[in-house]
């Protein structure tokens, strides 16, 4: 039954109506209130407030179908359930994703087209590695001396400056081919006339073109047919305009140091130098160096960077390291924090490990790092091939509990979930960006 409320405050009508399930009692009432005294109340009431964006200004992340490939070829469980079931969406940007050296599973690293790649996937944050040229010039590479495996030098007239110019394969005496070619070897003027390829060379190659056509079978030569080469700044001027933020490693010098009176220092500003030109703010920018003197000397030098300078954690190359002995890590982890370090950046193996039923477990050296205060970033997923062998250096501690490529999202899952890392360096940010969003992971701002 329908039923009206009239309420007549002093001329004022107000409608009411009572009732549940649809139902409302109606009642008439008139009657003259006196208000002697009135109290207004303000209340702050938090809305979300939904702006909307005009169709081509904002960014469309394109996860492709690996990321699909890889859920599909997982084991059955809740973590794949749970993947499956975020299929259609939304994919979104976030600096859970890092696109190391851009996007080189398919593209030639650090190149404009594969930083453009894995922007487009969704990395919210980009790594130029940095090195120098003849004269100074800080531009990206990997190494400052992978010219001749990751460009075309070799087929142009710059080989003639090539540290070690271009020596055939000797197959009858078992002599692999050799070359180096070192961005040091030339100016940043000729750099820039070389074209980016896969990192690859075929060792038994007896000619150049046999040299340069060793790309491994489970990459491919198919974006290569141009590969812009990047400087530093340029760089930093690419990755502004993707709207992505910045994690350029400063390589160790394959010259002596000081070069033409560069000191490692002044190598180290120099670097810093190009984000404050390029007015690109601190909480922007991640600095990692291999070389704690370098990490040591952002922190002293360059306080507004120094919260996220990042240690990349070399050390498994010392004698006798071991994740699961603290005692082999030096500086220990409290040591590095009590330095000012807030992150550390291992390879993927040095986080996990497997227990006694061959699940993937965080490794004491992830535990003590956490314990420590330290945020946790790894590297690199899909760095690897195919997973149906038990994977490669990138999986040694866990060989046992991978054996399908779906394997990379059950690391994925522990290197998030168990080992909490905040950030994952991958070939492919594809696969990270589509976990991170079916995840709900914080979006990149």
Known sequence: MNKMIKLALLGVVATALYGCDGDTDVIEIEKDVIVENTV?????????VIVPVPQGTGTDIQVGTRPYFLVDDMDEGSLKTALQACSEGP???????????????????????????AARMGAGILECDTTFTQDKELVC?????????????LETDLAAKCSVPFIPADPENGVAAQARCCTSDITLAEFKTLKGKMDAANPNGTTVEEYLDGTATWRTDL???????????????????????????????????????MTQSDYAQKMVDDYIAANVPADQVWL?????????????????????????????????????DSSSWVPSMQA???????????????????????????SDYAI?????GLNIITWSLERSGP????????????????????????????????????????????TTTYYASCMGMAPSI
């Open 40 to 48: 207004t109340v303000i209340e702050q009431v938090e809305v979300p």
């Open 91 to 117: 994919f979104y940007k976030t600096d859970f994703s890092i696109g190391h050296r851009g996007a080189p599973l398919q593209y030639p690293e650090h190149t404009k087209e594969a930083y453009e790649a």
């Open 141 to 153: 590479r990997h190494s400052q001396c992978d010219l001749h495996t990751t460009t075309n030098i």
């Open 223 to 261: 974006y290569d047919s141009r590969g812009t080469l990047l400087t530093h700044a340029e760089s930093i001027e690419l990755f502004k305009e993707l709207g992505t933020k910045m994690t350029p490693e400063l390589k160790s010098a394959s010259v002596t140091m000081p070069f033409d009176g």
């Open 288 to 324: 990692q160096s291999f070389d704690l003197t370098d990490v040591r000397y952002w922190i002293a030098n360059a306080p507004e960077f120094a919260p996220q300078v990042v240690y990349l954690d070399g050390r498994y190359g010392d004698s006798g390291f071991d994740i699961n």
């Open 336 to 362: 590095l924090a009590d330095e000012g370090l807030t992150t550390i950046a291992p390879p993927t193996w040095m986080l996990v490990t497997e227990d006694s039923a061959g699940n993937i477990i965080p």
């Open 368 to 372: 003590a790092a956490k314990d420590a």
């Open 387 to 430: 997973l149906d062998q038990g994977g490669d250096w990138y999986y040694q501690t866990i060989s046992n509990a991978v054996n399908n490529d779906g394997d990379q999202m059950k690391l994925l899952d522990v290197l998030a979930k168990d080992v909490g890392v905040i950030g994952v360096f991958s070939d492919w940010p594809a």
